[in-house]
């Protein structure tokens, strides 16, 4: 653990962010549901969340830094998606390792290590649905390494996401490296979705991957109504965090941001996870209020 105590109370410390703007509402009414829940679990709880129709933001301590974990893994995407637009990259390029390349959870990559290679499509679909390790690490080299993903991020307009180590380095915290903070993700995640980042080819296929990403359906996506298509990319360090940002589509209106962040050393994984879906509950309760 890098954290000092010193820094565990300064962090703790901040002023909440809760700038959130509430269309008149008994929502609107109550103080801070975000900064509550943060209060009865402990812990730092990061978020924000946008409705690309109306503007409207929901927020608490969105500026804040988290480690990414594996939330990277959208964005790292996205990157290899871009170079592919581009002409830089072929979906069937194959990328060779060995069993000693593999690393923990990395359940694509493991089974088909026989192989010797895996093709780009096939690690890129691996990393964003299945969360595998060993295919993040072998595509990032294969690209330029952790400085390569920070250079994009800031091609598209993300001047706080940064990416600096491979994992499992990059879920712990040293100072500000492979950190980002819920508003940045958010936006990035809004730019290569929604935006002229990707092709249509390649922001549909990414989306793809995130409606079939199954390490964070319980989290934000546990609450939403059954009626809103989610697409999500979650991030876990063991010890202390939980995340998760999404791209939701409620029937019949403009899509939805958020990301919600958790950091609490020494809470339990299930936790975690049950402070991001109280979390998503506001997110659902806010974004219906303006429905």
Known sequence: MTHSLTRRKLMLALPVLAGAALA???????????????????????FYAIDTGSGRTLEHRADERFLMCSTFKGMLAAQILARIDAGKEQMDRLVHYTGQDLIFTSPVTKANVALGALPVHT?????????DNTAAVLLMRSVGGPAALTQFMREIGDDVTRSDRYEPDSNRYSGVLDTTTPQAIATAARKVLLGDVLSPQSRAQLERWMIDCKPGLNRLRAVLPAQWQAADRPGTSIEEQTND?????????????????????????EAREAVLREAGKVFVQWATASA
Request: charged fraction near 15%; proline fraction near 11%; charge should be positive.
């Open 123 to 131: 690690l890129c679909q691996a990393i964003v649905e299945q969360s």
């Open 24 to 46: 008149p509402s008994a929502f609107a009414q109550t103080a801070s549901p975000l900064a509550d829940i943060e209060r009865r679990n402990s812990g730092r709880l990061g």
């Open 245 to 269: 940002y999404a791209l939701v589509r409620p029937p019949g209106r403009a899509p939805l941001l958020v990301a919600a962040y958790y950091d609490a050393p020494g809470v339990s994984m």
